[in-house]
């Protein structure tokens, strides 16, 4: 077989993900990639660790089985719970970035000893895992569960009254008073963006990890993806989901402003 990228496998619970698979498709035009949306799941945000772990473990057998040449973690939620589990089913030939680290070393590069506000799900946030890392690199962390917003943006509700009202409510009452960059702690964030920026004080930024991730990417040797691969196609794009949902559909055409053909795959065990 001849020398060719192998695609890189990128997973979220759900359209979120899509907002990283964007990142990485601009930096790395030339590499397959293909998306796994567990919608059959989602919100991983409400689960427990183990079932985070063993959603995300099944998921990356299914990638490595689909002979991706890299895996990234497009989840808030399963970086924080189930980064081991995942490392270990890739194995040590196939890199896994998740979306945490690479965000925290931006963050903490430019706003050492301030202080800094994380929103996520409340996986992520109970997991403490953010407020771990950017402490140990000398920030101060304001961290605040924003539970309803993920499951909120699958639906289809951005830049309107209901994420508004939401938004409102997480973000008001000073639980973010003095904070020089506020971080969105999951990857379905970066869809309300905008609409987060204009509740917050001037001046504050709203951080998303994207840019971060395929950074953090192409950081990696450049051969990373290299090996035996039958894909004819180097651009090519799969959109695969554990249960076929309109939701979904709409959300990721929505989002790329152009028809998306998805694959269903249950995964195993999966009813
Ligand atoms: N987009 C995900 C995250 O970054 C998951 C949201 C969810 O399924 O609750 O945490």
Redesign the pocket.
């Known amino acids: 077989m001849p020398k060719a990228f192998r695609p890189i496998g990128i997973f979220?619970?759900?359209i979120?993900?899509l907002t990283v698979a964007r990142a990485i498709s601009k930096r790395f035009p030339q590499h397959p990639l293909i998306y796994f949306g567990d919608t059959a799941h989602?919100?991983?945000?409400?689960k427990s660790p183990e079932l985070i772990q063993h959603y995300a473990a099944r998921i990356t057998r299914e990638l490595v089985d689909l002979g991706c040449g890299a895996i990234v973690i497009?989840?808030?939620?399963?970086?924080s719970n189930a980064l081991k589990e995942v490392r270990s089913i890739a194995g040590a030939s196939i890199p896994v970035i998740d979306?945490i680290q690479p965000v925290v070393e931006a963050v903490a590069q430019r706003f050492e000893g301030q202080s800094i506000g994380v929103i996520?799900?409340r996986?992520?946030i109970d997991s403490g895992w953010y407020q771990r890392l950017l402490q140990e690199r000398g920030c101060r962390v304001k961290a605040k569960a924003t539970p309803l917003l993920?499951?909120a943006i699958?639906e289809g509700f951005h830049a309107g009254k209901v994420s508004s009202t939401l938004i409102e409510a997480y973000l008001t009452k000073g639980a973010f008073d003095g904070i020089k960059a506020l971080v969105l702690?999951?990857?379905?964030y970066p869809l309300i963006s905008q609409e987060i920026l204009s509740l917050l004080p001037e001046g504050v930024e709203v951080i998303d990890s994207a840019d971060s991730v395929a950074r953090a990417l192409s950081d990696l040797s450049d051969d990373f993806a290299m090996g035996e691969s039958d894909s004819q196609n180097p651009g090519l794009r799969r959109f695969i989901v554990s249960d076929l949902t309109r939701s979904f559909q709409l959300g990721a055409e929505r989002f790329f402003g152009s028809p998306v053909i998805l694959e269903e795959r249950k995964l195993s065990g999966q009813a």
């Open positions: 979220d619970s759900g979120g993900g989602l919100p991983y945000g409400e497009a989840c808030n939620s399963a970086s979306v996520g799900t996986a992520t993920a499951s699958e702690g999951c990857t379905h």
